[in-house]
């Protein structure tokens, strides 16, 4: 907008993609902004507020940006690259404390794999246990491996006020898991399971089935391992070759996307 304002050329807007001609045109990527220099969100400039989630009042909060994960599924890589920041964990409590001042007793960190540092994880919920901020729950989206990689971190979630989490199981093929690019999780999901129920935690088991070999029972497999594992919340999905993964890629090379032009399906 201050560039088209000012009368500046669009050509030199790092990151803005454009139509000249009929034909679009991409700008080079803009870099990652300097986490340093972000500041929390200005809450107080909401037009809508107080939104509800189940009867709490919801806030977003951002602990980290990227994954490193070569999961072929995702695109998020497109955005961050193959790169993983974390914001400071005092940033992290001032974000918190202003959410809740705003009337947020319910939060969702939007991170996209909050496991990435189980160490760092450990220490900001050590935080947020001794800042107070454990009177409120949180809500996660985590990988198996994480969670399974530690003894101790369930219980310091539990702690820190930690209710729900979105776990990445996708399968239980090691096939499909293969194809995904998860390697074979299937006996870190079931510790990490094993870890989050013990401390009370809610898992939303996440699911995607539908890949080019499977059969009815392969499909009926995840849903009896969901059962058997009692999975709190199904959160199943049909596998989509979203634009920008590796997935779609190795679907279309292999003649099995059908649409390959219209983006609303």
Same mark, same amino acid.
């Given at each position: 907008?201050?560039?088209? #304002?000012?009368?500046? &050329?669009? $050509?030199?807007?790092?990151?803005?993609?454009?139509?000249?001609?009929? *034909?679009? /045109?991409? #700008?080079?990527?803009? &870099?990652? $902004?300097?986490?340093?220099?972000?500041?929390?969100?200005?809450?107080? *400039?909401? /037009?809508?507020?107080?939104?509800?989630?189940?009867?709490?009042?919801?806030?977003?909060?951002?602990?980290?940006?990227?994954?490193?994960?070569?999961?072929?599924?995702?695109?998020?890589?497109?955005?961050?690259?193959?790169?993983?920041?974390?914001?400071?964990?005092?940033?992290i409590l001032a974000d918190i404390a202003n959410a809740k001042q705003h009337g947020a007793n319910f939060i969702i960190f939007s991170d996209d794999n909050f496991t990435l540092d189980v160490k760092g994880f450990e220490s900001l919920c050590d935080a947020i246990t001794e800042a107070g901020h454990n009177d409120i729950r949180y809500i996660i989206q985590?990988?198996?491996?994480?969670?399974?990689?530690?003894?101790?971190?369930?219980?310091?979630?539990?702690?820190?006020?930690?209710?729900?989490?979105?776990?990445?199981?996708e399968n239980v093929s090691e096939e499909n898991l293969r194809l995904m690019k998860k390697g074979n999780i299937i006996e870190k999901t079931k510790l990490a399971v094993k870890r989050l129920h013990e401390q009370n935690i809610m898992i939303v088991g996440g699911m995607i089935i539908g890949n080019p070999n499977d059969k009815e029972e392969d499909i009926a497999r995840n849903y009896e391992f969901f059962v058997n594992s009692e999975i709190d919340f199904f959160a199943d999905q049909i596998l989509t070759p979203y634009p920008k993964t590796g997935m779609r890629e190795e679907l279309l090379n292999a003649g099995l996307v059908t649409n390959k032009d219209d983006y609303s399906r």
């Amino acid at each position: 907008m201050e560039a088209i #304002n000012n009368k500046k &050329p669009i $050509e030199s807007i790092f990151g803005v993609s454009f139509r000249n001609d009929g *034909r679009f /045109i991409h #700008n080079p990527q803009r &870099p990652l $902004e300097d986490l340093t220099k972000i500041k929390i969100p200005d809450r107080s *400039r909401r /037009i809508w507020k107080g939104y509800q989630y189940y009867g709490f009042t919801l806030d977003i909060v951002e602990s980290s940006r990227g994954c490193v994960m070569p999961c072929n599924f995702c695109s998020i890589d497109k955005i961050y690259g193959k790169s993983f920041r974390r914001f400071s964990i005092e940033r992290i409590l001032a974000d918190i404390a202003n959410a809740k001042q705003h009337g947020a007793n319910f939060i969702i960190f939007s991170d996209d794999n909050f496991t990435l540092d189980v160490k760092g994880f450990e220490s900001l919920c050590d935080a947020i246990t001794e800042a107070g901020h454990n009177d409120i729950r949180y809500i996660i989206q985590a990988s198996s491996t994480g969670i399974a990689s530690s003894d101790t971190l369930a219980k310091k979630m539990a702690r820190a006020g930690f209710r729900i989490v979105f776990l990445g199981i996708e399968n239980v093929s090691e096939e499909n898991l293969r194809l995904m690019k998860k390697g074979n999780i299937i006996e870190k999901t079931k510790l990490a399971v094993k870890r989050l129920h013990e401390q009370n935690i809610m898992i939303v088991g996440g699911m995607i089935i539908g890949n080019p070999n499977d059969k009815e029972e392969d499909i009926a497999r995840n849903y009896e391992f969901f059962v058997n594992s009692e999975i709190d919340f199904f959160a199943d999905q049909i596998l989509t070759p979203y634009p920008k993964t590796g997935m779609r890629e190795e679907l279309l090379n292999a003649g099995l996307v059908t649409n390959k032009d219209d983006y609303s399906r």
